[in-house]
């Protein structure tokens, strides 16, 4: 089946920096890809579609300066959270729709961010 | 209301025993739903897809029931395994954003 990675797993870091996640798809193309956040003990919550080739669409709520998205492939979409603070510590899964009609999604592992 | 609403448990489970949860969802137009199960610190899994009244997978029972707007859960002869959380998921009507309900909780005991 589809696989999509996530790099890196898990990261640590200082309060002020910036942070890079990637999201691949590794045996097929994603024009979109989707960037969920997932705090303790509650659900995935959407943040923002990812298009290749133009803006990503952010969910409500959300900042797009804060959470910089960059699509430049057909494989690769890239999660910058800038100026990292503690309450950006959380769990953030990317995902990217199947082929198909009625096809679901397929996840990333995810990564752990923990900002100190 | 929410647009996909979930039962959070935990459900205590015996091992070997039945369980079975439902996800109420508000869209009525919705065509498609998943069942998506989640263990502690990893990424959601596929679980089961609904596209019409129901659908059975070895000991997963999904069951629609679109007057009423919900879907269920039913597992069987449950196993030590079986513990996690069971995320409802239903697409949007058009395009590919999915909503997730809350979570249930289940815990499969010895």
């Known amino acids: 089946g589809a696989v999509v990675s996530q790099h890196p797993s898990r990261v640590i870091c200082k309060s002020g920096t910036s942070v890079k996640i990637e999201c691949r798809s590794l045996?097929?193309?994603?024009?979109?890809m989707f960037w969920y956040r997932q705090f303790p003990k509650q659900s995935l919550m959407l943040m923002a579609t990812?298009?290749?080739?133009?803006?990503?669409?952010?969910e409500q709520g959300v900042e797009k300066d804060k959470f910089l998205i960059n699509h430049a492939s057909l494989t690769l979409s890239t999660l910058t959270v800038t100026s990292a603070h503690p309450e950006d510590s959380s769990f953030y899964i990317c995902?990217?729709?199947?082929?198909?009609?009625?096809?679901?999604?397929?996840f990333g592992p995810g990564t752990r961010l923990l900002v100190l | 209301r929410k647009e996909v609403e979930q039962d959070p448990g935990p459900f205590n489970v015996p091992e070997g025993a039945t369980v079975a949860f439902n996800c109420t969802y508000s869209?009525?137009?919705?065509?498609?739903f998943f069942w998506y199960r989640q263990d502690c610190r990893k990424e959601p899994k596929l679980l089961m897809s609904?596209?019409?009244s129901g659908n059975e997978d070895g000991r997963f029972t999904a069951q629609l029931n679109r007057a009423s707007q919900y879907i269920s859960l039913l597992i069987r002869d449950s196993k030590l395994s079986d513990s996690a959380t069971y995320l409802c998921?239903?697409?949007?009507?058009?395009?590919?954003?999915?909503?997730f309900g809350g979570g249930t909780r289940v815990l499969v005991k010895p």
């Open positions: 045996d097929f193309q994603a024009t979109t």
């Open positions: 995902s990217a729709p199947g082929l198909g009609v009625m096809e679901t999604q397929y």
């Open positions: 609904v596209y019409s």
């Open positions: 869209n009525s137009a919705s065509q498609s």
């Open positions: 990812s298009n290749e080739g133009s803006k990503a669409t952010y």
């Open positions: 998921v239903v697409p949007e009507a058009a395009g590919n954003k999915l909503t």
